[in-house]
């Protein structure tokens, strides 16, 4: 019996083309930092690379440290003094990068309606952005994070998706129940490897991303329209 459900963000609830997403954040963050000194080409190159030291975090620390411990290690210990200049720009100059994104009407209403019928949401969003940034993508889906009763963010993660212990991480932080769980997303990759845990799991193929040319066919999947009709199979069983 499903009890709680996984919401994955970009892309799910909130649809985006990814590279013309990423190319935004990207040249507003340059812009933003370039006053500061940091060069823009090992900026953006730093930020990469720091992303992939959060997804290769073994949970002995936090992602925010993982980042940033990278990061000051390009740019030297004084760097981490420059956070609230990251946060300015995330507070100030980040809502720009909305306009990158597209909205869909049907995921509040998803949202809402299984929050009323007492479920258990979760924003499994790969925890590589700042509260203070995933809280805004969030708003731009037409929701907010009092709809969750937890939101992944890299102040409160110790690992990254596609590794399973991210999803682990989540059930021993909420005493959550795998088989009590599913798992909705649009990334075979980072959001079905939930079924390996022995999650339900449901992929949303309007903006499908399937870097291995998986067969997709081996998970239920669709639409928002045949999400809907998965969620009412689920409730009617």
């Not at 649809?15 to 935004?24: I, R, T």
């Not at 909305?98 to 869909?104: E, H, L």
Request: proline content about 5%; overall charge negative.
């Amino acid at each position: 019996m499903i009890k709680n459900i996984l919401f994955d963000l970009d892309g799910t609830l909130l649809p985006l083309d990814q590279e013309v997403f990423v190319e935004a954040y990207m040249r507003t963050l340059s812009r933003h930092l370039l006053p500061h000194g940091y060069d823009p080409k090992k900026l953006v190159g730093s930020i990469w690379t720091g992303t992939a030291a959060m997804v290769k975090n073994d949970g002995s620390k936090t992602n925010d440290l993982a980042f940033w411990d990278h990061f000051c290690g390009i740019f030297g210990p004084q760097a981490r003094e420059d956070e609230p200049k990251f946060d300015e720009y995330y507070r100030k100059k980040f809502p720009e990068v909305k306009v990158s994104c597209g909205f869909s009407p049907q995921a509040a209403p998803i949202v809402e309606g299984l929050k009323r019928k007492g479920y258990r949401l979760i924003l499994a969003t790969n925890p590589i952005f700042p509260a203070v940034a995933t809280e805004q993508r969030i708003a731009w889906a037409g929701l907010k994070k009092e709809d969750f009763e937890l939101v992944t963010t890299y102040e409160n993660s110790r690992f990254c998706k596609p590794n399973p212990a991210y999803y682990l991480e989540i059930f021993d932080k909420l005493g959550l129940k795998a088989e009590e769980c599913l798992m909705i997303g649009n990334d075979v990759t980072e959001d079905m490897v939930a079924k390996k845990l022995g999650c339900q799991v449901f992929l949303l193929t309007e903006h499908l991303i399937n870097k291995d040319n998986a067969d997709i066919s081996a998970y239920p999947h669709g639409d928002f329209v045949d999400l809907e009709k998965f969620l009412q199979n689920i409730e009617n069983r």
